[in-house]
């Protein structure tokens, strides 16, 4: 069973950056594109960005030009760093499967972006 930890969030201010990190343990098998996923209070889960196990990267409109996905195959980690950050960035931010085949959800990485 695959096991997804995330960390890196925190309290930031307007403009700042965060870089979060998704640690996996477990097998990483089949279809191995990993993504990042938000969640604010009040709001559906949405993807903000995925990259293939080959390094190919998408984002959300909302998203793109500020964060950048990347992943450390060695490591079975995936990274998202984050720049400019808006308060409207404010969420909780996990890590999974990019494809609607998740594994166990953790328990995310609070991020907060004040003005």
């Keep these: 069973q695959v096991q997804l930890v995330e960390s890196g969030g925190g309290l930031v201010q307007a403009g700042g950056s965060l870089r979060l990190s998704c640690a996996a343990s477990g097998s990483i098998f089949s279809a191995n594109a990993m993504g990042w996923y938000r969640q604010a209070p009040g709001k559906q889960r949405e993807l903000v960005a995925a990259i293939t196990s080959g390094g190919s990267t998408n984002y959300a409109d909302s998203v793109k030009g500020r964060f950048t ?3 450390d195959n060695a490591k079975i980690t995936v990274y998202l760093q ?8 404010t969420a909780v931010y ?14 995310g990485t609070q991020v907060t972006v004040s003005s």
């Design 82 to 89: 984050m720049n400019s950050l808006k308060p409207e960035d």
């Design 69 to 71: 996905i990347s992943r």
């Design 94 to 107: 996990y890590c999974n499967n990019a494809r609607p085949i998740y594994y166990k959800w953790g328990q």
